[in-house]
């Protein structure tokens, strides 16, 4: 399979997209779905045509560590 780029139409994905039980009614949630080749494909859930970012298993793994210890909770 070819990989897949950044920016790719997310609807164009054969892909099984998911978001977290802590989503709203608001639409305020991103989705994520994994593709085959291994990639992890995420999307915002109130544009699912739009782009897709995607990343390894490594760079998700390393974010949701630094989420997890904190890292990113300034932003917030």
Not at 45 to 54: E, I, N
Not at 65 to 72: N, P, S, V, W, Y
Request: net charge negative; proline share 7%.
């Amino acid at each position: 399979m070819p990989p897949v780029w950044n920016g790719v139409r997310a609807s164009s994905l054969d892909a099984r997209w998911i978001k977290s039980r802590h989503s709203n009614a608001e639409g305020n949630c991103v989705e994520v779905a994994a593709l085959v080749g291994g990639g992890i494909a995420v999307r915002n859930s109130r544009d699912p045509d739009g782009p897709a970012l995607v990343y390894t298993p490594a760079e998700v793994a390393a974010f949701l560590a630094g989420a997890k210890e904190g890292e990113f909770d300034h932003l917030l």
